[in-house]
Nanobody, 122 residues
Framework: QLQLVESGGGLVQPGGSLRLSCAAS????????IGWFRQAPGKEREGVSC????????NYADSVKGRFTISRDHAKNTVYLQMNSLKPEDTAIYYC???????????????WGQGTQVTVSS
């Protein structure tokens, strides 16, 4: 069974950090770009970051540039999202998804995880 599982969410104070993990089972992530998305209550899902299959190219939403870093570990079949300087507006459910292609192609994500909650609050 092909599955993506996110972990690492939780409650953190403003200015704090979290590292999210996206682990795959049933298939290797090596051939796919991986994206992180988030959805806050009452808002549409938005793209946060993406990394291509080789890890040589990344992109970020303007709202997280300079604070979040996406990376991947092929040996562990896992993609990470390091989130620093967290703000209350980062509060959302965070999802990872596998793209159909090696590049971060918009609208081409066909496998999704179940999400992990991130809450930034004092």
């Amino acid at each position: 069974q092909l599955q993506l599982v996110e972990s690492g969410g939780g409650l953190v104070q403003p200015g704090g950090s979290l590292r999210l993990s996206c682990a795959a089972s049933g298939f290797t992530l090596d051939y796919y770009a991986i994206g992180w998305f988030r959805q806050a209550p009452g808002k549409e899902r938005e793209g946060v970051s993406c990394i291509n299959s080789s890890g040589s190219s990344t992109n970020y939403a303007d709202s997280v540039k300079g604070r979040f870093t996406i990376s991947r570990d092929h040996a562990k079949n896992t993609v990470y999202l390091q989130m620093n300087s967290l703000k209350p507006e980062d509060t959302a459910i965070y999802y990872c998804a596998a793209n159909r292609f090696r590049l971060c192609m918009s609208g081409q994500y066909n496998y999704w995880g179940q999400g992990t909650q991130v809450t930034v609050s004092s």
